[in-house]
Every structure is written in structure tokens, then in C-alpha cells.
């Protein structure tokens, strides 16, 4: 991240680590919206030339998980934040969750979770502008109304509409003696998912990575939570992977490296099936392990 990562003018706020620009009033709608009342409410923003700019619109999943600092609680945002305003709840994402297209992706700002609730449910809207050149598509393409009837894309703001982000490479994944190359991120993975072979706990996860790194001289670690977002696809579901991907064993959940800012005794946990972050207490054998290194 940049020294100075927040760049503050007038009303809004640009996040130099993504190009992407933020009102600097994290509350613009003055309270919760369901999702489509999200979309209208943006529309009227851009109407009005709010904070003196017209092309405001509702930031897809990666865009909004960007700002999360996974270190600091209500909100997790990082301490230096200019922001006001904001709600250590949930805002409304422009992803819908290809589990069920009646609901669509949130970001909790109290402890920086990210999982999907009904668009006809209440939540907060914090509208964004500009492109990133450092963040990827979330691979949505589909549009779907409040109901989960897919629906004609154009005028939408929909995540499967803008599809903004960085496009994938062709193809994604490559093999490279035995591992797996994402050539989105530059991450290798194993091509095995499940590397206890068991659900542990967060200590054991990290004791059987390094056993693995010292057994084949790799360095094998266990994955920051953004990490392991990334391998997601929101176009799919059980798992949430591209369809074309080559890993064995693919389990439903996965422990991080990253632990909780809101509380110690928690880290935050990856839902390979849904998409979702999450977070489980480290004492309990409840997630599986994914070994990764740089390549």
C-alpha cells in the first residue's frame, strides 16, 4: 500500500492503492436501501451531479472489499481513513450471488466480512466512480432482477453489465511442475485442495504448511484471506471457482493467515462454496488447508 494512501478533495476521496473514487461521506442515502432502491437512488445522484460528478455507480464486490483493513474493527478501514460517517454494518455490492440471484453480495464494515443477503433486505449504499487498474473483474456477466429472473443487462449498473476490473488472461490457470499458476495474480497454488487431507485447527494449518514447505523446499504458506478471494469466480457457485479450473479436492472452507482485528482469538476463513469471507475461532478443527507461494 501507497505511504499516503488516501488523497482527500473537496467531498470526495480518492484510494491511490485503486484509482477508484469514494464520496467522502460514507452515507450519501442517509439510510439502509434494498438493492434495487440502490441503483435508483445512484441514478439520482448522477441526475443531480452529487459531489460535482455524473458517472457515480455501485461498486461490484472486489471494488468494495478493497478498502478493508482486515487488522482493524468498526469499521475495518485503515486508521488513517478520511471517511465519515461510517456504518460498521453492511453495503450493498452490484455482484449478485450466483448461489441464489435473488440475493446479492455485501461488505460488513464492523469486522470486514463479506457474504450475500436478499436484495429485497435493507443495506447501506456507498457509490463509487472511476476505473482501477490494479483490481480484477469479479467474473459476473449475468444480470438478474430482485427476484433471481435474469434480466436484460443494458442501463442496469450491474456487476455483470460493467464487468470493471482487470480482464482475466486466457487461459487462467497453467500448470507448472505438478502446481497451478494463477496468471491473474501470479500466485501458485497446489493442485490438491486439501493438504491435511481433514478439517483442522489454525495452528495445525499453519504446522502442516510449513512441514509441506521444508519437505519439498518450496515455500509453501498458508494464504492471506485476499489470497484466497481472489481464486473466486461470482459467476459460479459450489465451488466458486472457473469452471475450467484444475484442482483436486476442493473443499468447502479454508483457513487464512489472516487473523480477525476484531477479535484475536478469530481468524478469517475462506467459503470456497459460496464465495464468502468469514471468520472461525482458531481453536476449532472446522476448516481445511490450501497451500500457496509466489511463483
Known amino acids: 500500500m501507497p505511504s499516503a494512501r488516501f488523497s482527500l478533495k473537496g467531498d470526495v476521496v480518492t484510494d491511490t492503492a485503486t484509482g477508484l473514487v469514494w464520496p467522502l461521506n460514507a452515507q450519501p442515502a442517509e ?21 460535482g460528478h455524473s458517472d457515480w455507480r455501485l461498486p461490484n464486490r472486489r471494488e468494495l472489499y478493497s478498502l478493508v483493513d482486515h487488522a482493524e ?9 478520511p471517511f465519515e460517517r461510517v456504518w460498521a454494518g453492511r453495503y450493498w455490492t452490484s455482484t449478485t450471488s450466483a448461489r441464489d440471484y435473488s440475493y446479492a453480495w455485501w461488505v460488513q464494515f464492523s469486522g470486514g466480512r463479506m457474504f450475500f443477503g436478499r436484495k429485497a433486505d435493507d443495506a447501506v449504499v456507498w457509490p463509487v466512480r472511476g476505473t482501477s487498474a490494479t483490481l480484477w473483474a469479479t467474473g459476473q456477466k449475468g444480470c438478474h432482477d430482485v427476484n433471481g429472473a435474469p434480466m436484460d443487462c443494458a442501463g442496469t449498473g450491474q456487476d455483470g453489465a460493467l464487468r470493471m476490473g482487470l ?7 497453467r500448470e507448472i511442475g505438478g502446481d497451478i499458476e494463477d496468471r491473474l495474480t501470479g500466485f501458485v497454488w497446489q493442485r490438491r485442495a486439501d493438504l491435511a487431507g481433514r478439517m483442522v485447527d489454525r495452528e495445525t494449518a499453519g504446522r502442516i504448511v510449513a512441514e509441506e514447505a521444508e519437505r519439498t523446499g518450496q515455500p509453501w504458506r498458508l494464504p492471506a484471506i485476499m489470497e484466497l478471494e481472489s481464486l473466486a469466480d461470482c459467476s459460479r457457485a459450489d465451488p466458486a471457482l472457473p469452471a475450467d479450473h484444475p484442482f483436486e479436492n476442493v473443499r468447502e472452507a479454508y483457513w487464512s493467515a489472516t487473523d480477525s482485528g476484531y477479535d484475536p482469538e478469530w481468524s478469517f476463513c475462506f467459503y470456497m462454496h ?6 472461525g475461532f482458531k481453536t476449532r478443527p472446522e476448516f481445511h488447508v490450501w497451500a500457496v507461494r509466489t511463483a
Open 167 to 173: 480482464a482475466w488472461p486466457e487461459p487462467r490457470f
Open 31 to 51: 439510510t439502509g436501501l434494498s438493492w434495487a432502491e440502490a441503483f435508483g437512488f445512484i441514478e439520482s445522484m448522477n441526475r443531480e451531479n452529487r459531489f
Open 73 to 81: 474493527r468498526e469499521p475495518a478501514l485503515p486508521q488513517d481513513h
Open 274 to 279: 459460496k464465495g464468502a469471507v468469514g471468520v
